[in-house]
């Protein structure tokens, strides 16, 4: 079986990497640039070190900013109408994993019409054309998706999260610059940096992993959790690595997938408006105790890299029970809480478990599940 491995065209990392925006655009001969973005992003003034590349090359551009946490098949539409009002050529997609998610499917439908609806777009959706040229600049560590060839969209209607998968909607430049980070709030820094972590971790164990990706999750794992604390301090330090780190993670989910906790996530995030780095960040190490029995001997490589004292010295199970202790020491140094009390409702438990089971993440789980088992696995966490 052949493996396939995706990845941006180009791609710049380090500080001051935004520089580079303005070369690519003029390589292209793009003139008016779609700048999607969170209102935060904005506001703080971040922005300004991309506007200011713009302004002295002699693009236009416009602002798109109506973009939720968890965005919407409207925000999705309004965008869509907001790119061909302004006659827009390129997309710069500035933020976090909303607004790349967001952006992804804009550019889809912009050169793929025929998916206007959005919803049509789940899965695996037979798109002909590639997206419209979009540079991806990540101003949080943790969802990858500037690299990634996945998106996910709510369906507010039917309280759901449905997740596509689409080589045609990779940015063709990612630009990650951890100086676009600095003003990321603790909260988000330590939500953001637990999916990152789950990305690697599920992507590490999935079924589907591979020789290419089991490199890439590995050495994002040991970035990850050298850096988290560091990042949620503001480090620079711990910035760069984190922004490092999560890119590599995407390297490697992207191509293989990830399993039941990012299945189980998304449901809270859909239902609740629960930010995806909490839900993740809270459901990871439960995942690993019901997942250790079929790939609970792959839990010795995450635990070295996380650096877990005297693992070579243990057997397989103290192994595997010391990675999921420092997982857990991890989310809990960085704020994240240990359950879903106070979010979790017990009569949501059967829609959200027939949910998860349904997500598109759910078939990569190394240990195959079932409804009853997933309502088993939220309840134990009320």
């Known amino acids: 079986m052949a493996n396939r491995i995706v990845l941006n065209p180009v791609s710049y990392h380090g500080a001051g990497a935004v520089k580079e925006i303005g070369g690519e655009l003029q390589r292209r001969g793009y003139k008016r640039a779609f700048i999607a973005s969170g209102r935060h992003v904005v506001k703080s003034g971040e922005i300004k070190k991309i506007t200011d590349v ?6 236009t551009y416009t602002f798109f900013t109506d973009i939720k946490p968890n965005p919407s098949i409207e925000n999705v539409q309004n965008g ?5 009002e302004f006659n827009a050529d390129c997309i710069i997609a500035v933020g976090g994993g909303s607004v790349m998610d967001t952006s992804k499917a804009i550019g889809i439908i912009i050169n793929n019409p025929e998916f206007a609806d959005v919803r049509s777009l789940e899965g695996v959706a037979p798109t002909k054309k590639h997206a419209v040229f979009t540079i991806a600049v990540p101003t949080t560590a943790g969802t990858a998706a500037e690299v990634t ?15 596509c998968v689409d080589v045609n909607d990779i940015p063709e430049v990612a630009v990650v610059d951890p100086e676009m980070m600095y003003s990321m709030p603790v909260a988000l820094t330590a939500a953001t940096g637990m999916d990152a972590l789950t ?5 590490y164990i999935t079924k589907g992993h591979c020789e290419i990706s089991d490199m890439f999750h590995l050495e994002a794992i040991r970035l990850i959790a050298k850096n988290l604390r560091a990042a949620v301090k503001n480090d620079p330090e711990g910035r760069k690595g984190m922004a490092l780190g999560q890119y590599i993670a995407g390297m490697g989910f992207s191509n293989v997938g990830l399993g039941i906790v990012h299945s189980m996530a998304h449901g809270l995030s859909a239902l609740y408006d629960t930010p995806h ?4 960040a809270i459901l990871l190490p439960l995942g690993l105790e019901y997942n250790a029995p079929v790939s609970g001997e792959r839990y010795r490589a995450i635990g070295k890299a996380m650096e877990v004292p005297y693992i070579d010295s243990m057997n397989d199970e103290e192994a ?11 989310g809990a ?11 979790l409702k017990d009569e949501d438990v059967q829609f959200l478990s027939e949910s998860a089971f349904a997500d598109a993440c759910c078939p990569g789980n190394p240990r195959d599940t079932s409804v009853e088992e997933i309502a088993a696995l939220y309840r134990s966490l009320m």
């Open 54 to 59: 713009l302004d002295e090359i002699g693009v």
């Open 80 to 84: 869509v109408k907001a790119f061909q």
């Open 149 to 163: 060839i996945n998106y996910v969209i709510t369906d507010v209607e039917k309280k759901r999260k449905f997740v």
């Open 199 to 203: 990305h690697a971790i599920e992507g």
């Open 277 to 280: 780095g909490v839900a993740c």
């Open 320 to 330: 595997a029970k010391a990675t999921i202790a420092a997982v857990k020491k991890l």
């Open 333 to 343: 140094d960085v704020g994240i809480p240990a359950d879903l009390k106070g979010i």
